[in-house]
């Protein structure tokens, strides 16, 4: 049986956390493309944000942020997310061991809804899990401007075993 832990109730180790940000920032290369960069990182909640360059542009007269970098943004602060509420729910076990469940983590379903044009300097996202399961995981992702506007929105769901 497998023993389930309030994530609320959970403050996961610095170490822990600074290994899930390496592998967010550094050790995925496309994240190092898109210049994503963590700010917070809780067993309930991450957030990230990304500065725009020119690289991101989708639509050079409105240099508005590409589709595909809100879509693959969100579905990576979504994966993130997993990630630290796998790490709460085996909070028991040792930092490597939680580490090495994350090598079955791979997105199985994403909607993205495009609320908004991303115009802008810097945009921060916001992911939860809303259910861990034991093979599943389901999120909600936010794509906000500068000033907290709400541009986009993802749902995901990822494979965790």
């Known amino acids: 049986m497998i023993k389930k832990t309030d994530p609320s109730l959970v403050t996961l180790e610095p170490e822990f956390i600074a290994a899930i940000v390496d592998i ?24 990230a944000t990304i500065h725009m360059r020119p ?3 989708g639509h050079y007269a409105y240099n508005r942020v590409h589709g595909g970098v809100i879509s693959a ?11 630290a509420a796998m790490g709460a729910r085996h909070i028991d076990e040792p930092i490597a061991k939680r580490l090495e469940r994350f090598n079955k983590l791979g997105t199985i379903d994403l909607r993205i809804d495009y609320l908004r044009p991303a115009i802008g300097e810097i945009f921060t996202m916001r992911a939860q899990v809303l259910r861990l399961g034991s093979r599943v995981a389901s999120t909600r992702m936010e794509f906000l401007a500068a000033d907290g506007t709400l541009l986009s929105t993802g749902a995901a769901a990822y494979i965790v075993s």
């Not at 050790?27 to 067993?43: D, E, H, I, P, Q």
């Not at 943004?73 to 990630?83: K, Q, R």
């Open 24 to 47: 967010f920032e550094n050790k995925v290369v496309f994240n190092r493309t898109l210049g994503l960069k963590a700010l917070a990182t809780s067993a309930t909640e991450v957030t």
């Open 73 to 83: 943004s969100l579905d990576t602060i979504g994966g993130h997310a997993v990630m």
């Open 55 to 57: 690289e991101l542009v």
